[in-house]
């Protein structure tokens, strides 16, 4: 029987093979615990450098929606809230964990996926406006980059963003559990040092971008350092054999191996949608990163299902389905040389 083809997810293979090589040639090798290691120390100083951030706090946890929620819960306080797109990852598929930590979520009409700084600034305004008394303060603003729908903020944006943050005293949180692909699109004009000198706390994501697994949090709030790692350990995110992340990221990050192999995947993706348009298939967002959404009839659906599989993300009218095709680091050529063939022939 002939192995289906996966453009669901972005973490379907194990990770990047310099990742593999690396934990096997080390694999003999005993390092002290939680984090405390030498693979860790090296990863944080490269992290580092490439944020001209020399005094950025650099966190290793094992998982996104670990890193989104004990972000939030170590930031503010319980009578301080969270604002965020209405497609937001924390406020859509995280089983309201930020929620649980006693924090809410206020979320925000996004349009693409993005949400502006009129919008931000709406929302806060609103609070000092009114009678404040039984109200929780807007404290942290979250965003993801890319976004759930693959589409990206420019500088222009994200500055205005933040200097909505300032006015109002707001923390800017940037979830970058796709970062790489983000950076790495032809769209963006955003540096790691950008993101480091416009947020107070953002990730550098790993699980989906090449690594077996890892994000890579990035403080350069001082007052956000704080008792970090305390946060970490009460909520499980201390990995005792932390070494194997530093490890990863030192390895990805070192020789420009992360942004190489998600500019690979992104340019995957813009070919997909590239004849997508040319058979008319309606895009539901122009996304210039990995994942691409479309809309497609049953018997495309059922045209493609045979040999690939994606994320169907629901029903769109009563002729079309909602789907993601998402490409990623590990895609193969051939792989996508059958699924445009596919495509084609439709």
Not at 60 to 88: M, R, Y
Not at 137 to 145: A, G, T
Request: overall charge negative; aromatic content about 10%; some cysteine.
């Amino acid at each position: 029987m002939e192995q289906l083809i996966r453009f669901n997810n972005d973490y379907n293979c194990i990770a990047q093979k310099n990742v593999l090589k690396a934990l096997m040639e080390t694999a003999d090798e005993a390092y002290p615990g939680y984090g405390t290691d030498l693979w860790c120390e090296k990863a944080s100083g490269t992290i580092r450098a490439l944020c001209k951030a020399p005094e950025a706090a650099i966190h290793f946890l094992p998982g996104a929606t670990q890193a989104n929620f004990i972000v939030i819960a170590s930031a503010i306080s319980p009578v301080e809230n969270v604002i965020c797109a209405d497609t937001g990852h924390i406020f859509c598929h995280e089983a309201a964990s930020v929620e649980k930590t006693g924090h809410k979520v206020t979320a925000l009409p996004a349009r693409d996926g993005k949400i502006t700084s009129e919008q931000v600034e709406e929302a806060a305004k609103a609070y000092y406006d009114s009678p404040q008394d039984f109200l929780t303060i807007p404290k942290l603003l979250y965003i993801s980059f890319p976004t759930e729908y693959g589409t990206i903020y420019t500088k222009d944006e994200l500055t205005a963003i933040k200097e909505v943050c300032r006015k109002y005293g707001m923390y800017l949180f940037v979830d970058g559990a796709r970062l790489g692909y983000g950076l790495a699109s032809p769209k963006c004009d955003l540096t790691l040092e950008d993101l480091a000198r416009l947020t107070d706390v953002f990730y550098i994501g790993g699980t989906k971008c090449g690594a077996m697994f890892g994000e890579a949090v990035v403080i350069t709030n001082d007052t956000l350092k704080k008792n970090f790692r305390i946060y970490m350990k009460q909520n499980g995110a201390v990995l005792a054999k932390g070494w194997l992340m530093g490890l990863q990221f030192e390895t990805l990050l070192k020789d420009g191996t992360y942004l190489a192999i998600a500019k690979q995947a992104d340019e995957y993706a813009l070919r997909l949608q590239d004849v997508f348009k040319k058979k008319s298939i309606p895009l539901y967002v122009e996304s210039p990163t990995n994942q691409q959404f479309v809309l497609l009839t049953d018997d495309q659906m059922d045209a493609l299902k045979d040999r690939f599989v994606f994320e169907i993300e629901g029903r769109a009218d009563e002729d079309h389905t909602l789907v993601r095709f998402c490409t990623s680091w590990s895609t193969k050529e051939s792989e996508m040389d059958a699924l445009v063939r596919a495509i084609e022939t439709l």
